[in-house]
């Protein structure tokens, strides 16, 4: 008697777990799949965060039909980022690949109503405010966009660290200010010269845009009109032997 009720009792208690067991998976398929759809969502409503306004489209709607043009909004880098599932909080932009993901060739960053340019290794960038100027006048020939073009990215690595040091700081050439970081003016048309040396961590990019702050929301993010001038072969750095 005690034999068959220890078996029956086992039997009983197995087939609970097993139940439980069963029951537990099923939970966690349904939690995966829950998981799955809400970032399904997240990452549709993070695009109508990052969408210029519709009004912006229509707006510009003739000038965006132009080739190596487009529209593209930043959010501040200060208040979205770590929160949205895209790496950077929508505060990065590729002009060349048109992606906010960070780390994939950005070109430009906003944060604390400031743009940026030139964000690891030895890239940098070079900004100029061409101040209210409509951006359909801006080509090479501008003459602030002329300095630009007219750069020659340094291969040493000593060179290149000087010229990132002078990109911080700033030079005034002719009148207007050449740095790596300028404020967000609404109504201003900027150039940059992206440049992102070729080396193992990517193909590398060497690029001037024009673009113009045609707009802020509330919410201190900034919409750019923008349109490619010019792409060169990507850079190649040097780095320096030993006890040079």
Do not use: C
């Amino acid at each position: 008697m005690l034999r068959t009720f220890a078996a029956t009792a086992l039997f009983v208690v197995s087939l609970s777990i097993s139940f439980a067991v069963r029951a537990q998976v099923a939970d966690r398929a349904q939690v995966a799949q829950e998981i799955e759809s809400l970032r399904e969502q997240i990452r549709s409503k993070e695009k109508l965060l990052l969408a210029p306004a519709r009004e912006d489209e229509v707006a510009f709607a003739e000038f965006l039909q132009q080739p190596e043009t487009g529209l593209v909004r930043l959010l501040p880098r200060e208040r979205w980022d770590y929160k949205l599932s895209i790496r950077g909080g929508g505060a990065y932009y590729s002009f060349t690949r048109r992606a906010h993901e960070y780390g994939y060739g950005s070109d430009i960053e906003l944060q604390q109503g400031n743009l940026s340019s030139g964000f690891a290794g030895f890239d940098y960038g070079l900004l100029v405010d061409l101040g209210d100027v409509p951006l359909e006048k801006i080509s090479l020939e501008t003459p602030g966009v002329r300095v630009l073009s007219e750069h020659v990215p340094p291969s040493a690595e000593a060179e290149i660290r000087a010229q990132q040091r002078r990109a911080g700081t700033g030079a005034t050439i002719e009148g207007l200010t050449y740095k790596s970081h300028l404020p967000a003016k609404v109504n201003h048309t900027y150039a940059l010269r992206s440049i992102q040396y070729h080396g193992e961590k990517g193909a590398g990019r060497d690029a001037i845009v024009a673009f113009r702050v045609v707009g802020r929301d509330a919410d201190g993010s900034v919409i750019l009109l923008w349109k490619m001038l010019k792409q060169y072969s990507a850079p190649k750095h040097r780095r320096d032997e030993p006890g040079r």
